[in-house]
Nanobody, 121 residues
Framework: QVQLVESGGGLVQPGGSLRLSCAASGTIFSIYSMGWYRQAPGKQREWVAVITSGGSTNYADSVKGRFTGSRDNAKNMVYLQMDSLEPEDTAVYYC???????????????WGKGTLVTVSS
């Protein structure tokens, strides 16, 4: 079984920074892309960032220039550095990973349960 656990959310003032972390564990054979999504109150979940196994990144226009994704393949970790936070960034942030489970050797998407980020003065 594969698990993803996010951490690092919290309350921050506008203009502030937070760093989210996501740890993947369990019966992992390999991990392809890892990424971040978010869901604001009353809105649909939206894609935020993706980090490939090679370290390439891509971002939603709404966060480009403010958020930076990275990963540590040796630790099966992915991070999201969020700077210049705005109230509109308030949401539950979810980690997603494309993982080959060693039990079945099939690539599937796995999700964490999310971590809440609140940007407010």
């Amino acid at each position: 079984q594969v698990q993803l656990v996010e951490s690092g959310g919290g309350l921050v003032q506008p203009g502030g920074s937070l760093r989210l972390s996501c740890a993947a564990s369990g019966t992992i054979f390999s991990i392809y892309s890892m990424g971040w999504y978010r869901q604001a109150p009353g809105k649909q979940r939206e894609w935020v960032a993706v980090i490939t196994s090679g370290g390439s990144t891509n971002y939603a226009d709404s966060v480009k220039g403010r958020f930076t994704g990275s990963r540590d393949n040796a630790k099966n970790m992915v991070y999201l550095q969020m700077d210049s936070l705005e109230p509109e960034d308030t949401a539950v942030y979810y980690c997603k990973a494309e993982v080959v489970d060693k039990r079945r050797m099939i690539r599937s998407d796995y999700w964490g349960k999310g971590t809440l980020v609140t940007v407010s003065s």
